[in-house]
């Protein structure tokens, strides 16, 4: 997310590029932090736009960022060759803000409320990418070719079925953060409620 003035944020979105199936498997989440300091929500923000991490021409609020790398098992068959497994690694990283100081006790419950809303939203991105790569897992193991003896052929068409997953990933990403940043979205609103000392903006 992309700090920008609290009546007009936009998102920067990450590109995800997938290469994939496994059985049995689970993605590796973690939160990881970047220092801002504050005593008031409005500073709080400042802070984050000139501290947050980059994304695009700005810096944003929160990023989830991955690797996702797979394990995969090509035999050779009747001339051709097909993918029997594919197993992914994938590690997703939550970056967010956190305030370096101790804040004032009237600024604390907003900041939870802030910060909690933002990884919530994060989280959903999490959710996006992890089923993306289950969608991509399925379209591809079992891919076979023929006449490819050095299984050659069937990595290109393993590669070709993955991409209408990842488009339709980032079009439904896409299309979260346009609803959640929009005016009155999700975290649009938690924004002004932290910049705002919770209290709604005046007209």
């Known amino acids: 997310m992309r700090a920008t003035r609290p009546t007009s944020i936009a998102i920067a979105m990450m590109a995800f590029l997938f290469p994939a199936h496994a059985a049995e498997w689970t993605a590796v989440e973690t939160v990881q932090t970047y220092s801002i300091s504050g ?90 990418i992890i089923e993306t790569v289950k969608k991509i897992e399925a379209a591809t193991v079992g891919t076979f070719v023929a006449n490819d003896p050095n299984c050659r052929a069937v990595r290109k068409e393993v590669e070709r079925r993955t991409v209408p997953p990842v488009e339709e990933q980032r079009r439904q990403s896409r299309e979260f953060d346009r609803e959640e940043l929009s005016d009155g979205g999700n975290v649009h609103s938690l924004v002004l409620g932290l910049v705002n000392g919770g209290q709604p903006p005046s007209r």
């Not at 923000?45 to 944003?60: F, N, T, V």
């Not at 035999?75 to 370096?100: D, T």
């Not at 100081?101 to 802030?114: E, I, R």
């Open 39 to 128: 005593s008031s929500g409005i500073e709080l923000y400042r802070s984050i736009g000139e501290k947050g991490p980059k994304a695009g021409a700005g810096r944003a609020i929160a990023i989830t960022d991955f690797d996702l790398k797979w394990s995969r098992d090509y035999q050779p068959r009747n001339g051709g060759c097909e993918l029997v497994s594919a197993r992914p690694h994938l590690n997703i990283v939550y970056r967010l803000p956190r305030p370096s100081n101790k804040l004032p006790s009237a600024v604390q419950p907003l900041w939870d409320t802030f910060i909690k809303g933002v990884e919530a939203h994060e989280r959903v991105h999490g959710e996006m």
